[in-house]
């Protein structure tokens, strides 16, 4: 194409242009309508079905259009019902459109990224009381923005650190439910925590020389952590060297045990009679248990009274 003939296309894209902006200068205003972009077939937002010359028009126009409308909801709406809005704000209506259509109020929206870094700060505060050092990760996920509303940040109930946690995010209308949507985290929690000094077997009593203390990443491990500061613990399984008290590996041990010596209180009345005897099998407080004497034949039942200690009524 000539430059000449290039420069008189663009001459008469200028008047054509002049002639669309005429009225502006109009001391009407003048509204456009027109279908500009197809969503799911008749279904737009209003900013795309119409198109106001005028700023006081525009202003005007779009809250009757979207009385009582929720952010995201929709009406069906005919040319008559908008007609009948703009003449009343003075506007003389061009219409380019279709006689019926779909409007919908533009959600006023949050960031995702505003709302993850929030739930994150959440989350670390939470397990921060709970553990020496904590590192919260936005996992991979994908979340779109979150409608402007009433919100609140649902915490687990148990904040134990674990290596994927969730964060809910609770959306309402007054009283009236939106949503709830999980953001994900990945999670490190470091704290000091019991390990085995050296390999346990199963059913021996967790010693102080047997353990020490390592800094360990605790929401890595499967199993609820073990303190054995103020009760007595045993192996209930064989604990490997370098290996963390677990509930899986470690539990109370029984004050009565099997194979074990324990004392025998023998009740006559009120005669307390005291001799010697082996567990045959464990108990904890108030159970009863199969005890062999060292003197004399046979079993007997009795219940555990203490720790070593049995009584026989």
């Known amino acids: 194409m000539s430059y000449g003939r290039k420069r008189t296309l663009r001459l ?62 929709a009406r069906q709406v005919q040319r008559s019902d908008i007609e009948r809005v703009l003449e009343k704000a003075g506007v003389a209506v061009r219409w380019r459109g279709i006689e019926s259509t779909v409007v919908q109020r533009e959600p006023v929206t949050i960031p995702a990224e505003q709302v993850v870094a ?46 994927r946690m969730a964060v809910f995010i609770d959306s309402f209308d007054g009283d009236r439910a939106l949503q709830s949507v999980p953001i994900w985290f990945e999670v490190e929690a470091y704290q000091s925590v019991l390990v085995a000094g050296e390999e346990i077997p199963a059913r021996t009593m967790l010693r102080p020389e047997l353990l020490k203390t390592e800094r360990r990443d605790v929401a890595a491990l499967a199993r609820p952590l073990l303190s054995v500061e103020d009760k007595s613990y ?54 009863e248990v199969r005890v062999a004497r060292l003197q004399g034949a046979g079993q007997v039942a009795a219940q555990v009274v203490g720790d070593g200690m049995v009584l026989v009524r």
């Open 118 to 163: 929030r739930a994150q700060q959440a989350l670390e505060g939470a397990l921060r009381e709970l553990y020496q050092d904590v590192v919260v990760r936005p996992a991979r996920q994908r979340l779109q923005s979150f409608p402007v509303s009433d919100m609140a940040l649902r915490l687990p109930a148990e904040p134990t650190a674990r290596r």
């Open 234 to 287: 045993w192996a209930v399984a064989p604990i490997a060297a370098g290996a963390a008290l677990t509930t899986a590996n470690a539990a109370p041990a029984p004050p009565v045990r099997a194979d074990q010596p324990v004392e025998i209180v023998v009740a006559v009345g009120a005669v307390q009679l005291r001799a010697q005897g082996t567990a045959l099998n464990n108990g904890f407080i108030g159970d």
């Open 12 to 73: 008469l894209g200028g008047l054509c242009g002049l002639l669309l902006l005429a009225p502006v200068a109009a001391a009407e205003l003048v509204a456009h309508f027109r279908l500009a972009v197809r969503v799911d077939t008749d279904r737009v937002v209003l900013g795309e079905v119409v198109r106001l010359i005028g700023e006081d028009a525009e202003l005007w126009a779009r809250e009757p259009l979207l009385h009582r409308l929720a952010p995201g909801e």
